[in-house]
């Protein structure tokens, strides 16, 4: 099976920009969650789509977007960057059990540099 | 929100000896993990242990659910292991909302 694939791996963009990040979901996985990590931090839940709608998010202001497509691919679009954007985004799948269980896999990131 | 501890914040072994990681969260878990972070940034998935013992080569897990703490047991460890080892945590809510932990940085010297 294949695993979370993201792309791009790296990518630097300047003030004010715009950026679109995509996320490939693991096989049989049907929610996806986006997450950011700053340099020497842990990871910080930006939101999660489950049947193409956003249905959880952290505490990340509006110009944080995201879509979800029938094939439970995802985009991360981020408006007006500022320059604390700049993070590795993880994308996470899983397929959420009615047991609750829930294992996330990740993807490897897209290194996001904002000048 | 759930609160998750870590501890040490810095580990430094030579090979072969044996670690201990800690995790420490605040209110009950339907969801725990832990994560291997290489140098290249990928989470990778250690175990899924939001009670009880499990057990991978080298790597061993356990979860007190009741007592709100869970380990990490690195034997016998290699340079291989050395990165940032994260325990993350989900109570209730929504089902991907996993809480980090600040990390471990594990080191292992020859």
């Known amino acids: 099976e294949t695993g979370v694939t993201q792309s791009p791996t790296h990518l630097i963009k300047t003030r004010g920009q715009q950026v679109t990040l995509r996320c490939s979901s693991q096989?049989?996985?049907?929610?996806v969650s986006w997450y950011q990590q700053a340099l020497g931090q842990g990871p910080q839940f930006i939101f999660q789509?489950?049947?193409?709608?956003?249905?959880g998010r952290g505490n990340f202001p509006p110009r944080f977007s995201g879509l979800q497509f029938p094939n439970y691919s995802s985009e991360l679009n981020v408006n007006a960057l500022e320059l604390d954007d700049s993070a590795l985004y993880l994308c996470?799948?899983?397929?959420?059990?009615?047991?609750?269980?829930?294992?996330?896999?990740f993807g490897a990131g897209s290194r996001l540099t904002v000048l | 929100g759930i609160q998750v501890e870590q501890s040490p914040p810095d580990l430094i072994l030579q090979e072969g000896a044996n670690s201990t990681l800690r995790c420490n969260f605040s209110?009950?878990?339907?969801?725990l993990q832990w994560f291997h972070q290489n140098p290249w940034g990928q989470l990778i998935n250690l175990f899924y242990?939001?009670?009880g013992t499990k057990q991978n080569g080298r790597l061993s897990a356990t979860t007190v659910a009741t007592e709100r703490y869970s380990l990490l047991y690195i034997s016998s460890s290699q340079t291989t292991d050395s990165g940032v080892y994260f325990c993350?945590?989900?109570?209730?809510?929504?089902?991907?909302?996993?809480?980090f932990g600040t990390g471990t940085r594990l080191q292992v010297t020859l």
């Open positions: 996470a799948s899983s397929r959420p059990q009615l047991s609750g269980a829930n294992v996330l896999t």
């Open positions: 096989s049989g996985h049907n929610t």
């Open positions: 789509y489950y049947r193409e709608e956003e249905n």
């Open positions: 209110d009950s878990v339907n969801n």
């Open positions: 242990i939001p009670s």
């Open positions: 993350a945590a989900i109570n209730t809510g929504t089902a991907s909302k996993l809480t």
